[in-house]
C-alpha cells in the first residue's frame, strides 16, 4: 500500500520560514520523480517545484524561484520542501505527489497535504 505523509506545515509570519517533508513508503521511491503542490481555497492546485527519481535535477514555479529548495533523501524514502522568505500568497495545502505519468505529467500518488499558513 502506497503512502504519502506531508508534515512540517505549521503557521508563519511574512518573511519566515518552514521545511516539509514527505515521508514515502509502499512503492519503488528512487525509482521515481516527485513533487509539490499546493491548492488554496477557490483557486486551481498549482505545482510549486518537482525533482528527478536521482535528486539531479529540479525545477520550480516562477512564483517560489529562489525562495524555495526541493530536495529527497533515497536514503530515507523522504522529500522535503525548504520554504524561505515566506509571503502571504504562499497560504496554502501543500501536497506530496509521486511518480509522474507522461506526457501528461500527472502523478499517481498523492499525500493529503499540510498546511501552511502565513500571515502576520
Known amino acids: 500500500q502506497v503512502q504519502l505523509v506531508e508534515s512540517g506545515g505549521g503557521s508563519v509570519q511574512p518573511g519566515g520560514s518552514l521545511k516539509l517533508s514527505c515521508a514515502a513508503s509502499g512503492y519503488a521511491f528512487s525509482s521515481c520523480g516527485m513533487a509539490w503542490y499546493r491548492q488554496s481555497p477557490g483557486k486551481e492546485r498549482e505545482l510549486v517545484a518537482l525533482?528527478?527519481?536521482?535528486?539531479?535535477?529540479?525545477d520550480y514555479a516562477d512564483s517560489v524561484k529562489g525562495r524555495f529548495t526541493i530536495t529527497r533523501d533515497n536514503t530515507k524514502n523522504t522529500q522535503y520542501l525548504q520554504m524561505n522568505r515566506l509571503k502571504v500568497e504562499d497560504t496554502a495545502l501543500y501536497l506530496c505527489?509521486?511518480?509522474?505519468?507522461?506526457?501528461?505529467?500527472?502523478?499517481?500518488?498523492w499525500g493529503r497535504g499540510t498546511q501552511v499558513t502565513v500571515s502576520s
Open positions: 505527489a509521486a511518480c509522474p505519468r507522461f506526457p501528461s505529467l500527472t502523478y499517481e500518488y
Open positions: 525533482i528527478s527519481s536521482a535528486g539531479d535535477t529540479s
